[in-house]
């Protein structure tokens, strides 16, 4: 009797990792195009709390993005992007419009050329903005064997009003000065998001319409 | 690279804002800056220019953010949130400096008077504050050598009370202990006049007061001065007197004729035997400001005057001839002793930095006038009424002419 309960209590456990390991996925899909690797995180919304209502007061508000890319185990780090936007909502519009300040380039140096200007669209929604900062970001994938199993990893961090002040600049952020800034935890009441995908092969991914599990 | 020098000093001069680019507010043009949460007669009339100043322009985040600090540090809050909304016109917005959820500062430290005069040499007072809720306590040291006939030096406190039920009324009790040097030129001329009382050597004052807002902004304060004054250390006389002073301070805002305030006050103190004073005399005193700034122009007209009846302290006689009234004539030069009676008037004239300014008065001994006296200077001053003077003043009068040098800020 003990034992069946046990087991149905096990079962149920294995069912809902499974579900939450499914959600999960959807969370952050990897998409190759080129030689790089793009992502898509459709449910991620990191236009809200203190930084929508900032956006709301007629402030442009800046995110920081990080995307890793690890390879063989999740620690060994093959390459890393970081860009800075900033975000800014047109009061009259009610429209956002978003401007990409980093010009860095990835560890490997080989992220799109597109990545070195200077770059804003307007009349977005807040999807359109997300979507937009999401889908600039991207690391290399020269150099990965087909069946070599790697790991993405997403940070997003809303970036604290005193701090982007000396980070603004006509030739934005550079790499090194964000990855410093991701290797320190977030402070308190910095709005965070962190999105894993892995383990995953080129391989599976060539597949149309492949996801990260 | 004629063009890359030009940019490059551009940018220096007019202050180019690479932050401006990214915000897609930027493009629209402020109609209307407010300050929440905060009386308008809080903020000091500098501020209030430069808020002013903002109107008309495009939305510049960073100018805000400035601006937030300065309310901050004037207004003693400890946040401002900034607010951009919507402004009443298509393409316009208006910005709000919330300072409601601002709680006060818990402590401040402040120089409300420093003043160098070549004749009469330094004054400085200095004092630190502490709030807690919304009972602020001040410790100070003061070394006086501008404001009465003698130096007086030392320590003054005060308790206030910002709200007593309703934010109508204040409390406030002060206490001050001071030591005072007497010129040589006054003990001389006190040894010649039989009218008057004595040279104290110090003095120590209890001074309850209570402050109404009658209708803003139009206050009455009224409360009691019980001083204390030590001739020798057997020789001791009190100066108790009611006091009761009228104050309106008024500021207006016009983008086409710039800013004005008017600043006008009445007082007057009475000592009586009711109060156990030794001495027995009515002080009246009376002073009118007016300010208009346009903009890089800045104009002070001034008017003060006062009288005694009775026989009064020492310290409640008028001078002339210091820091800030009949400059470039020594007070000691006009008469040593003071005055029972006076009557002052200044008109200051500021661009940008330059600044003249002219100042005539007559001070009354008894039945003895030292005859109108007027001066006038030229120098250099920081932004308002208070801010850095730098200045060389000169008696307008024949003959032999002694330049006076005065310096320094919040007189």
Redo the contacts between chains.
């Keep these: 009797m003990i034992r069946s309960r046990i087991c149905g209590l096990l079962a149920a456990l294995v069912l809902l990792g499974g579900v939450l390991a499914a959600w999960n996925a959807d969370d952050l899909t990897v998409e190759p195009r080129d030689d790089e690797m793009h992502i898509i995180a459709p449910r991620l919304h990191f236009l809200t709390g203190t930084s929508l209502e900032r956006l709301k007061?007629?402030?442009?508000v800046p995110f920081d993005f990080q995307l890793s890319l690890s390879l063989d185990t999740r620690t060994n780090l093959y390459d890393r992007s970081a860009q800075r936007y900033?975000v800014?909502?047109?009061?009259?519009e009610e429209k956002y419009?978003v401007?990409r300040?980093s010009s860095s380039s990835t560890l490997r140096g080989a992220t799109s050329r597109r990545s070195h200007e200077r770059r804003?669209v307007?009349h977005l929604s807040a999807d359109g903005v997300e979507r937009w900062c999401i889908g600039n970001v991207a690391v290399s994938m020269s150099g990965i064997a087909p069946g070599q199993l790697f790991w993405v990893r997403l940070d997003v961090r809303s970036v604290d009003?005193k701090e982007s002040?000396p980070l603004?600049?006509?030739t934005g952020v550079s790499l090194s000065r964000l990855i410093d800034l991701f290797s320190h935890p977030p402070r308190s009441g910095q709005q965070h998001w962190t999105l894993d995908a892995g383990p995953l092969r080129l391989s599976d991914l060539r597949k149309p319409g492949t996801r990260g599990s | 690279m004629r063009a890359v020098l030009f940019f490059c000093c551009a940018v220096a001069v007019f202050g180019w804002n690479?932050?401006e680019?990214?915000?897609?507010?930027s493009r629209?043009t402020v109609d209307r800056v407010n300050v929440v949460g905060a009386a308008s007669s809080r903020i000091p009339l500098e501020l209030r220019r430069e808020l002013d100043a903002v109107v008309g322009q495009k939305?510049d985040?960073?100018l805000l953010?400035r601006l937030a600090a300065r309310i901050r540090h004037d207004l003693r809050v400890q946040t401002v949130?900034?607010?951009?909304?919507?402004g009443q016109i298509?393409?316009h917005?208006t910005v709000e400096f919330d300072t409601r959820n601002g709680r006060s500062r818990d402590f401040d430290v402040d120089i409300p008077k420093l003043a160098y005069h070549s004749r009469q040499g330094f004054t400085g007072i200095a004092e630190a504050t502490t709030t807690v809720g919304n009972t602020a306590v001040t410790i100070g040291a003061a070394s006086d050598a501008d404001e009465l006939v003698e130096r007086f030096s030392g320590i003054r406190a005060r308790i206030e009370r910002q709200s007593l039920g309703t934010k109508r009324l204040r409390l406030r009790f002060e206490f001050e202990n001071y030591h005072e040097q007497w010129d040589p030129s006054t003990v001389n001329a006190f040894a010649r006049d039989t009218t008057l009382t004595g040279l104290d050597r110090s003095r120590r004052n209890f001074h309850p007061t209570a402050t109404v807002v009658i209708a803003k902004p139009l206050t009455w304060s009224f409360g009691v001065s019980f001083e204390q004054l030590q001739f020798s250390p057997a020789h001791t006389e009190a100066a108790n007197a009611a006091e009761s002073t009228l104050r309106y301070h008024k500021t207006w805002e016009d983008g086409e004729s710039g800013t004005q305030a008017l600043d006008a006050g009445y007082s007057l103190r009475a000592a009586t035997r009711m109060l156990d004073s030794d001495y027995v005399y009515v002080r009246h005193s009376a002073k009118l400001r007016y300010e208009l700034h346009k903009g890089r122009n800045e104009l002070n007209v001034a008017f003060a005057a006062g009288g005694i009846s009775g026989r009064a302290p020492m310290f409640e006689r008028f001078v002339l001839g210091n820091a800030s009234t009949l400059r470039g004539w020594n007070k000691y030069d006009l008469d040593p002793l003071g005055g029972d009676r006076a009557i002052h008037g200044s008109v200051d004239y500021r661009y940008r930095f330059a600044t003249v300014f002219y100042d005539t008065g007559v001070l009354w001994n008894g039945p003895v006038a030292t005859g109108t006296k007027r001066g006038a200077g030229i120098g250099f001053r920081s932004e308002g009424k208070d801010g850095l003077l730098l200045a060389v003043a000169f008696p307008l009068r024949s003959g032999h002419v002694d330049p006076i040098f005065i310096a320094g800020f919040n007189f």
């Design positions: 007061n007629g402030t442009a900033a800014s909502y047109d009061l009259w419009s401007t300040l804003s307007s009003p002040a603004f600049g006509d | 690479p932050q680019d990214i915000n897609v507010n629209y939305l985040n960073g953010q949130s900034v607010h951009v909304k919507r298509p393409d917005v």
